[in-house]
């Protein structure tokens, strides 16, 4: 379940899902490589093997 983003706590730091938009914990989100961090591996999924259209 999707919690909305509340004021970050201090200490925390967030970062922006590049693929949906959507702020997520460092702490607690999926990583690609040391420069993105995602909301879900669905979206993580998208950045790393874009779904090629045959
Ligand atoms: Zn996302």
Redesign the pocket.
Known sequence: MAMPAPAAPSGRELAK?P??G?VVDKAAALKSGRTYY???VG?QRTLESPETES
Do not use: K, Q, V, W
């Open positions: 899902d693929i949906c959507m995602f909301c879900s979206c």
